[in-house]
């Protein structure tokens, strides 16, 4: 059974940092696209950054500069760090990982870790 477990997520003051990390496990990790999303209360899920299989990352807007994701393919865990956080960084965080074979989608998603940045 494929599982996504992701941690990392705390409590912290502006201007703070934090780690999230992804464990993944029952799927060949490196040949998976790895996203973290974010969903805040009364807001859509979105795209906070993106690393591909092959190593190409993209962000959204409003985090890049202050964040930045990577991989471990040995450890089949994904990071998301987080600089300089902001009030409205404050979110559920989402692991993703999806590729397509031979046309056909693959995608699963954790559970969530909870970022809440506040003095």
């Known amino acids: 059974q494929v599982q996504l477990v992701e941690s990392g997520g705390d409590l912290v003051q502006p201007g703070g940092s934090l780690r999230l990390s992804c464990a993944a496990s029952?799927?060949?990790?490196?040949?998976?696209?790895m996203g973290w999303y974010r969903q805040a209360p009364g807001k859509e899920r979105e795209l906070v950054a993106r690393?591909?299989?092959?190593?190409?990352?993209n962000y959204q807007d409003s985090v890049k500069g202050r964040f930045t994701v990577s991989r471990d393919n040995a450890k089949n865990t994904v990071y998301l760090h987080m600089n300089s956080l902001k009030p409205e960084d404050t979110a559920l965080y989402y692991c993703?990982?999806?590729?397509?074979?031979?046309?056909?989608?693959?995608?699963?998603w954790g559970q969530g870790t909870q970022v809440t940045v506040s003095s």
């Open positions: 690393i591909t299989s092959s190593g190409s990352t």
């Open positions: 029952e799927i060949t990790f490196r040949t998976y696209d």
């Open positions: 993703n990982a999806y590729r397509r074979l031979l046309g056909v989608p693959r995608e699963y």
